[in-house]
């Protein structure tokens, strides 16, 4: 048998929604559209998937062809169908979401795709379902974030206290309280004292730290409740 009965074809399509960190502020890699409909107007990346290559297979691919990078975070999200999603064709897609550190992206690759990083809050309209795959994915990465250590992918591979909390303040839009965080992020026993310290420091020089890979990659699915509890 070489093919079903049904008739109709779907095309199917990836989107790639890829979160970075600026030490300040969480963003969005965006592309400009290059052909219609929508040409000129915000996007995400993404991509129709190879007749012969697996989902993951293909989001590893547009991610690669934007960042330049391979070994990324990514997670398949959600699949988007609705009937009139697209207004060209009946067109399926399947949304991941990745965490890189944006300072290790090639940036040459993002220029030849007329892409750039934008605020999350200033994120401009964006075409299609797009704005609705956002806010779903963000939804995402702050539960995910609570519970397992997935922030430290958006981190250079030495980083202070501080500036991990500035991270978990971006992706939660909130302050924490400093005492609280530090206590409750040296209890895990995933950060390693480089013995060395940040001279950039706005206040006196902090300690670098580093990710205790080996806890990181054994540990992940562990619940490690980095957010305090709220009622």
């Avoid at 890829?18 to 107007?41: C, H, S, T, W």
């Avoid at 064709?89 to 290790?104: C, D, G, K, Q, Y």
């Avoid at 409750?184 to 730290?209: F, P, Q, R």
């Amino acid at each position: 048998m070489k093919s079903y009965a049904h008739s109709t074809r779907l095309l199917v399509a990836i989107d790639c929604i890829i979160f970075g960190f600026d030490g300040e502020e969480l963003k969005l890699l965006l592309i400009k559209r290059r052909f219609e409909p929508e040409k000129g107007k915000w996007s995400l990346m993404g991509g129709f998937v190879n007749e012969e290559e697996d989902l993951e297979v293909g989001a590893e691919r547009i991610l690669h062809e934007l960042t330049g990078l391979h070994n990324i975070y990514v997670e398949q999200l959600q699949t988007f169908g609705k009937v009139d999603r697209d207004p060209v064709e009946r067109t399926l897609s399947v949304v991941f979401f990745a965490l890189i550190n944006i300072h290790n992206h090639d940036e040459e690759s993002v220029k030849s795709h007329s892409a750039c990083w934008i605020s999350l809050k200033q994120m401009p309209k964006l075409i299609f379902d797009h704005e609705k795959m956002v806010q779903l994915a963000l939804e995402r990465l702050r539960y995910k974030a609570a519970l397992h250590p997935i922030g430290f992918e958006l981190l250079p591979q030495q980083f202070t206290i501080p500036q991990l909390q500035k991270l978990y303040e971006a992706i939660y839009d909130l302050k924490l309280d400093r005492r609280n965080f530090s206590r409750k992020i040296l209890s895990t026993g995933l950060l390693l004292d480089t013995g060395e310290k940040n001279a950039n420091s706005a206040t006196k020089k902090a300690v670098l730290y580093r990710l205790n890979k080996e806890k990181y990659e054994s540990n992940f699915n562990n619940f490690w409740y980095f957010m305090p509890v709220t009622t």
